[in-house]
């Protein structure tokens, strides 16, 4: 739908979750971006892969014009995905989450560099997550000018790509700012 709509678009599988490491993601991620030979990309994170955008970002910023979450968590650094349920009191694994090396390894970079890339926030308001998220959403809402946030809502679960990618589409040409 992006590319019918003249966008550029890439997507990325991640290498095996239960024989990778985050740092192995976010290389990943950089390897691709080096080789498209794009100078300013939209990084889009689904999940998990907030924590790939946030690392590759803090790696290569001048490549990054804009970050968006589409039904995540925002990454804090020096916290792993594990940490954010631990913190919540839930067990990752009421979720499907298991404790494989990326989830657990914390992710570290630049809070300085986060907070001067624009972000988009995509909050999924029947998501399955929204015990998980809803603490994320009334920061990006109340931090919006300060932190470089945008929000935007869409009447979806968390596997949106899938079940309404026309919103999700919308969603992302919408926010190009």
Same mark, same amino acid.
């Given at each position: $739908? ?8 890439? #997507?990325?599988?991640? +290498?095996?979750?239960?024989? #990778? ?5 976010? @290389? ?5 971006? @080096?080789?498209?030979? @794009? &100078? ?6 689904? %999940?998990?892969? %907030?924590?790939?955008? +946030?690392?590759?970002?803090?790696? $290569? ?5 804009? !970050? ?11 916290? +792993?995905?594990?940490?954010?349920? #631990? %913190?919540? /009191? ?9 404790? *494989?090396?990326?989830? #657990?390894?914390? !992710? ?17 308001? =029947? %998501? &399955?997550?929204?015990? $998980?998220?809803?603490?994320?959403? =009334? ?6 000018? &300060? @932190?470089? *946030? ?10 949106? $790509? ?11 040409? /919408?926010?190009?700012?």
């Amino acid at each position: $739908m992006l590319e019918a709509d003249g966008h550029q678009t890439d #997507a990325l599988t991640l +290498s095996d979750p239960e024989k #990778a490491t985050l740092s192995d993601h976010i @290389e990943e991620l950089c390897d691709r971006i @080096e080789k498209t030979g @794009e &100078q300013r990309l939209h990084l889009v994170g689904h %999940s998990y892969a %907030s924590f790939v955008i +946030s690392g590759t970002a803090d790696r $290569m910023p001048e490549k990054v014009e804009r !970050l968006v979450f589409l039904d995540t968590l925002i990454p804090e650094s020096g916290k +792993s995905l594990l940490d954010f349920f #631990a %913190s919540a /009191g839930i067990d990752p694994a009421d979720f499907g989450v298991p404790d *494989w090396p990326p989830f #657990a390894e914390k !992710l570290v970079f630049d809070r300085a560099t986060f907070k001067a890339i624009p972000k988009t926030y995509i909050h999924c308001l =029947a %998501s &399955q997550f929204l015990v $998980m998220t809803e603490n994320v959403v =009334a920061h990006v809402k109340t931090h919006l000018e &300060q @932190e470089n *946030w945008t929000c935007l809502e869409i009447e979806a679960d968390h596997y949106c $790509m899938i079940k309404v990618p026309e919103l999700v589409a919308k969603a992302l040409v /919408g926010d190009q700012a």
